[in-house]
Every structure is written in C-alpha cells, then in structure tokens.
C-alpha cells in the first residue's frame, strides 16, 4: 500500500482517535488526582473491581498512571463475588493473571440475603449495594488499605446530584474523595472527571472482559433511571450542558445559596459594615472569596 494511503488508512484513523482518547482520559484521572490530592506516595489503593466497563477502565488507567508517576504506590483489584447465578467467576481471576495485576477474590453471598428480604419485584439494588459497600470496607480494613477507589464518573456523580435535589431535599453529589461514615476509609473516586459515554467507547476499544451488573435479574432504581434519561435529553439537546452542570459543583458560592450553617446569613450586615463587605469578608475568611 502506497504511504499516502496507509497514513489515511481507516484503521490507522481508528488507532490514532483511539490514542487520543486514551490520552484523554489518563488526563482527566491526572488532573482529577492532582485536583483532590487523591493519590500519595507509601498508599495502598484497594481498586473495586466488578467487572463492568467503569471498573475494569479505573483499574487501567490507574495501571497506566502507576507505571509513569513519581510517587510509588500499590494498586491491588478485589472482587467482591455476590454469588449471583450465571456469575462467569474465572473471568475477572483469568484476566488480571494474564495482565499480572495482583487480584483478590471475596466470597460473600449476598445474593441469597438481597433476594430474600426484598420483596418480589421491587429492586435489590440499593440493599445489594449497601452489602457489597460493608464487604468491600471490612476487607479495605482487615488488609490495610488506606483508600478505595471506586468506579464513579462524571455522569454517576451528577445522576446523583439530581436525585439527591429532586427527591432528597439536599444539595449534594458523589464527591472525588470522601470519608466514609464511620472514619475508616478514604473513599477516591479518580473518574470523577471523565465522560460514561467515552468510558463506554475505551472499555470496548480495550476489549475489557465484561460482566453486566444485572445478572440476578434486578431492575435499576426508577428514580436513577428517570434522572438518567433527563440528563442524556438535555445533553442530546444542548450538547455541553452535563460539562456545564460539572463545573457548577466544583464553583459553589455559599452566599448565594440557604443554608445558614454554610454561610453565616444572620450577622450579615449587622457589624456596622455594608452587607456586601460583610459577605466579602466572610467569604475570605473561609478563603473561597468568590466574585458575585
Ligand atoms: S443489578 Fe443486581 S447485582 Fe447489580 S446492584 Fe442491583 S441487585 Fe446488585
């Protein structure tokens, strides 16, 4: 084949757009562990590996990342096997052994205690989550990990910002890095700023094994599901919006908000100052002055 043609060669296009979005999506973890310091030279990163397209693409960037940062640090895959019917338990192990990436496998069946205490046709899911979460931390604990990262993206995290706002009464996400409830772990969440959609494209162009989430036959929460659907809509009719609602979380002006344990509402203005100076005072005391 002539050079000209093979430079402009389908696949060769397909390889180098390829490149790129793996590019991009190793920068965004970057910019996504720079921005929330989620990764630290001496830590021991426990990797939730379920098998679905956003674990198995969280477990190769970070591999990717590891083999290039300054810092050192363990990354080890635990696998949590619910003991769902149909669950192809050799795949995840015949992968990671290929790949050389150190792997443990939890054996806990949750499956038998979800279906049993949830009725017949409502979902299993956030039980079955609430089971997996107390696995997954209980072994972090035991073994001695000092963070968990999770699979979450962008477009869980704003999926929940909307449940959160229409059915929860509270403004508030999935945050990169958080603790959890009792303390004891470091919860990091390195996807935080990459794309489900582009996620989607780089676990099939990776060829990741993947095993779906719905094998035990339960529904996704109604809720998400509406939630999800307002989101893809609004970005199908104004493309760049979810980008838009993204940035919004990360660019919060408590002044401009209700919630008077954020921002200290009732001595504003009552210091002999105008209110405005007031709220720009307070503001840079809590050093997150912003512009109005
Ligand atoms: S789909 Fe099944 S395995 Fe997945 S979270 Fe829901 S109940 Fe659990």
């Not at 477009?155 to 909307?162: E, N, S």
């Not at 990776?206 to 339960?218: D, E, M, T, V, Y």
């Not at 307002?230 to 979810?242: F, I, K, T």
């Not at 980008?243 to 008077?260: I, Q, W």
Request: glycine letters at 6%.
């Amino acid at each position: 084949m002539p050079a000209a043609e093979r430079l402009h060669s389908p696949d060769r296009k397909q390889a180098h757009e390829a490149a790129r979005l793996a590019k991009r999506l190793r920068h965004a973890v970057g910019r996504a562990i720079a921005d929330y310091n989620l990764v630290e030279d001496g830590d021991r990163v426990m990797v939730c590996l379920s098998g679905g397209k956003d674990s198995w693409t969280l477990l190769d960037l970070l591999l990717a990342l590891q083999a290039k940062a300054p810092v050192k640090f363990e990354l080890v895959a635990v696998n949590l096997d619910q003991k769902q019917p149909g669950f192809p338990e050799h795949v995840i192990p015949d992968y990671c052994r290929e790949r050389g990436v150190p792997l443990h496998v939890i054996e806990q069946d949750t499956y038998s205690v979800v279906t049993r205490v949830v009725p017949e046709g409502k979902t299993m899911c956030s039980l079955c989550s609430r089971l997996r979460r107390g696995a997954l931390y209980a072994f972090a604990e035991r073994e001695g990990f000092n963070k968990i990262a999770l699979g979450h993206h962008r477009d869980d995290i704003l999926a929940t910002f909307f449940l959160n706002l229409f059915h929860g009464g509270a403004l508030k996400a999935m945050p990169p890095k958080l603790l959890s409830d009792d303390g004891k772990h470091l919860l990091i969440r390195p996807l935080a700023y990459c794309r489900e959609a582009e996620i989607a494209e780089y676990a099939a162009q990776r060829a990741f094994p993947i095993i779906p989430c719905n094998l035990c036959g339960s529904q996704e929460n109604l809720q998400r599901k509406q939630v999800r659907r307002m989101l893809d809509a609004w970005e199908h009719e104004h493309p760049g919006r979810s980008e838009t609602m993204f940035r919004a979380l990360a660019h919060v002006t408590p002044s401009h908000l209700a919630d008077a344990e954020l921002f200290d509402f009732a001595s504003l203005g009552s210091h002999g100052e105008t209110p405005r100076q007031d709220a720009h005072a307070w503001l840079a005391d809590k050093a997150g002055a912003r512009d109005e």
